[in-house]
């Protein structure tokens, strides 16, 4: 399953990448071996996206529509 697309990748100097996540303002640090595989991780990387709700999907979906909906409920 692919990555969330509003997340933001960002190289770092030891060659790994920090991924913003805007919706949950999360940053996840993965090391450079795990940086080369995130867009075909092994099981252990996959469970590692999943558990920081890093995947695409329905979980993903209810994120999305339950950020909406608190930004909407907020006074302007």
């Excluded at 209810?62 to 909906?69: E, H, N, P, T």
């Amino acid at each position: 399953m692919p990555m969330r697309p509003e997340l933001i990748r960002i190289p770092t100097d030891d060659g790994g990448v920090d991924v913003f996540d805007p919706l949950l303002d999360r940053l996840h640090h993965f090391d450079p071996a795990d940086a080369q595989r995130l867009d075909d991780p092994d099981a252990r990387l996959a469970a590692r996206l999943a558990a920081g709700m890093l995947l695409d999907g329905p979980p993903a979906d209810a994120i999305r529509r339950s950020v909406v909906a608190a930004r909407r409920a907020r006074p302007p």
